[in-house]
């Protein structure tokens, strides 16, 4: 018999025969690992985002295995009257369950998770949703570098990131390419605010890299759940912009 306990949350629930659910959790030390739920019902909704604690069982490690689960927190029910933010969150578990290895553990990424969660009750949610997604890929091995500019190697002015190597231009190396090029909004370069539109640049640069170096490589689309996060925030952009 194997069994292990540990913290984890909770990314997505499939119904399995009359009364059980197969839950796929990120769980702490051991990753991306899914269970069989029996008479899950009695836990009350496991919504994608709670966090639990869990106990796996299985007679052999390669198996599915059972889990008992000990919700401790739902994020979901506190954003239930905010449906934007609510589709943040259902992106990011998506995200996640889509581009991680299953049972390969990746501490950092479990936390900052958490982090996320938590973040998404604040004013500046969707600015830390952005960072969150950068700090996915680079956790993955796939960080950017916003830093210093890739042509010139200052970091006065930088305006623009390269769509192929992930590396930020300047505002005089871009000019004549700007059309070639991924606007890089102010708060991801320590200048001016979050407003809806700078977000909506910050979740489109993000996602081009979500896309292609987490996705596209396995020869999957992004999950469907992060395209109507951004669809809903594109009009909520635009509202802003408008009004």
């Keep these: 018999m194997v069994d292990w306990m540990d913290e984890g949350v909770v990314l997505s629930v499939r119904p399995h ?70 589709a943040a969150l259902a992106s990011a578990c998506a995200v996640l369950e889509g581009a991680l290895p299953e049972r390969a553990a990746y501490p950092a990424i479990h936390d900052g998770l958490i982090a996320l969660l938590d973040g998404l009750g604040g004013e500046y ?28 190697g200052g970091n006065d002015r930088l305006a623009y990131v390269s769509p192929k190597s992930g590396r930020a231009v300047s505002l005089s190396a871009a000019d004549g390419y700007e059309d070639r090029l991924l606007p890089l909004p102010g708060f991801l370069r320590g200048e001016g605010g979050a407003e809806p539109p700078e977000v909506l640049a910050g979740l489109t640069l993000s996602g081009h890299f979500v896309a292609r170096w987490l996705f596209a490589q396995a020869n999957k689309p992004p999950p469907a759940a992060r395209e109507r996060f951004v669809d809903r925030y594109r009009r909520l952009a635009d509202t802003d912009a408008q009004g």
């Design 125 to 152: 949610w969707g600015a830390v949703y952005v960072l969150w997604e950068l700090e996915l890929l680079a956790a993955l091995g796939f960080g950017l570098d916003l830093q210093r500019c890739a042509v010139t």
């Design 17 to 86: 025969g009359e009364a059980g659910a197969i839950a796929l959790l990120l769980t702490r030390e051991h990753g991306s690992h899914a269970g069989l739920v029996r008479g899950h019902r009695r836990l009350g909704p496991l919504q994608p985002g709670t966090r639990v604690q869990a106990h796996w069982r299985a007679r052999l490690s390669d198996q599915l295995g059972t889990y008992m689960l000990d919700p401790l927190d739902c994020p979901a029910a506190g954003l239930l009257d905010d449906p934007l933010r609510l």
